[in-house]
């Protein structure tokens, strides 16, 4: 695929506020030697390109420029952000035939000019339109990855730390299935410093009843439309998460996130993208795992499937 330096160069398609945010993240962290922007509205990319240009001499080196489909021929990943925005009060779901239609254009662009690289999907509806991605693309579903519920899952850790006054750091928890209203909070999979989540709570002076661990869930799971309402938008998390992804990729890094990827039977789903913790690499996924959760736990995963399953189908998907 060229220079040595392919395998650290990404492509962002997409520069509104989620890829242009995702760019700086990945430019403060040195996560790749080569970030290029890739957008139909050319004032905007180069504008975006000469601003974070501008700030390199404080950041790891870093070559960040305007491009076209044909430079993805030069990266191991593209990144797709491209897409109209959530308004408020609407749902992921209803997000679908309007974004499908964008990624009906930009899949071909990308595998014409890059059959080997890796797709990563951060536009909403994220679940359906990774898997959109996926069978346009005609790649194995490890190279076809979505954002899917890593960022609800840094909301959950969040939260958990803010509650049981720990750092997020010791916070191991996971939301799964899809990402939006119908994901599902692995409460049986939650550790806080290597204890089960129940364990620990009986030794903590707060406390955690149902009604409270509810209202953490809820907070997760409305927390982009809460941001929506406030700011019109969200993507400095999210920014922050695919740079997570990225990392991971580029880095051969082995780690495990809560991405979206093809089911393929894990707790009897497949046929549809959602999101378990999941072993990322250089290859993409690798490996899908499969926690052991409540038997409530697994038949809500299911449920959040099957509703992906059926706006899918409504989609002639």
């Known amino acids: 695929m060229g220079?040595?330096?392919?395998?650290?160069?990404?492509?962002?398609?997409?520069?509104?506020?989620?890829?242009?945010?995702?760019?700086?993240?990945?430019?403060?962290?040195?996560?790749?030697?080569?970030?290029?922007?890739?957008?139909r509205d050319q004032d905007k990319v180069l504008g975006e390109v000469m601003d974070l240009n501008h700030g390199s001499s404080?950041?790891?080196?870093?070559r960040i420029r305007a491009g076209g489909y044909e430079d993805c021929s030069e990266t191991r990943l593209v990144i797709i952000t491209a897409g109209v925005r959530q308004k408020p009060d609407e749902s992921r779901v209803d997000l679908l035939g309007r974004n499908l239609e964008v990624v009906n254009e930009i899949i071909p662009n990308i595998t014409a000019n890059n059959p080997d690289c890796i797709?990563?999907?951060?536009?909403?509806?994220?679940?359906?339109?990774?898997?959109?991605?996926?069978?346009?693309?005609?790649?194995?579903?490890?190279?076809?990855?979505?954002?899917g519920t890593l960022l609800d899952t840094s909301r959950f850790r969040f939260l958990l730390s803010e509650h049981c006054r720990v750092a997020t750091q010791n916070v191991h928890a996971y939301i799964i299935g899809e990402h939006g209203?119908?994901?599902?909070?692995?409460?049986?999979a939650t550790s806080v410093a290597g204890m089960p989540f129940e364990m620990f709570c009986q030794g903590c002076p707060c406390g955690c009843t149902l009604v409270e661990k509810d209202a953490i869930f809820q907070s997760v799971k409305n927390a982009a439309y809460e941001i929506i309402?406030?700011?019109g938008a969200t993507f400095y998390a999210i920014g922050l998460a695919v740079r997570r992804?990225?990392?991971?990729?580029l880095r051969n890094e082995?780690?495990?996130?809560?991405?979206?990827?093809?089911?393929?039977?894990?707790?009897?789903?497949?046929?549809?993208?959602?999101?378990?913790?999941?072993?990322?690499?250089?290859?993409?996924?690798?490996?899908?795992?499969?926690?052991?959760?409540?038997?409530?736990?697994?038949?809500?995963?299911?449920?959040?499937?099957?509703?992906?399953?059926?706006?899918?189908?409504?989609?002639?998907?």
């Not at 999907?121 to 979505?146: C, E, H, Q, W």
């Not at 250089?282 to 299911?302: D, I, K, Q, T």
């Open 229 to 231: 309402e406030k700011k």
């Open 119 to 147: 797709i990563l999907m951060v536009s909403n509806p994220v679940d359906a339109l990774t898997y959109a991605a996926l069978k346009i693309s005609g790649f194995p579903p490890g190279r076809v990855i979505g954002s």
């Open 254 to 317: 082995s780690v495990v996130l809560t991405v979206s990827s093809l089911m393929d039977g894990q707790y009897g789903v497949s046929d549809v993208c959602v999101s378990l913790p999941s072993v990322v690499d250089e290859n993409g996924v690798l490996r899908v795992l499969e926690m052991p959760l409540s038997e409530e736990e697994s038949s809500e995963f299911a449920a959040s499937a099957e509703t992906l399953r059926a706006n899918l189908n409504k989609a002639g998907l």
């Open 181 to 188: 209203d119908s994901e599902v909070a692995a409460w049986s």
């Open 3 to 39: 220079s040595e330096n392919v395998r650290d160069a990404v492509a962002i398609v997409g520069v509104g506020a989620v890829g242009a945010t995702t760019a700086y993240a990945l430019m403060n962290a040195g996560a790749a030697s080569e970030i290029i922007l890739i957008s």
């Open 58 to 62: 404080f950041v790891p080196p870093v």
């Open 245 to 249: 992804i990225v990392q991971a990729i």
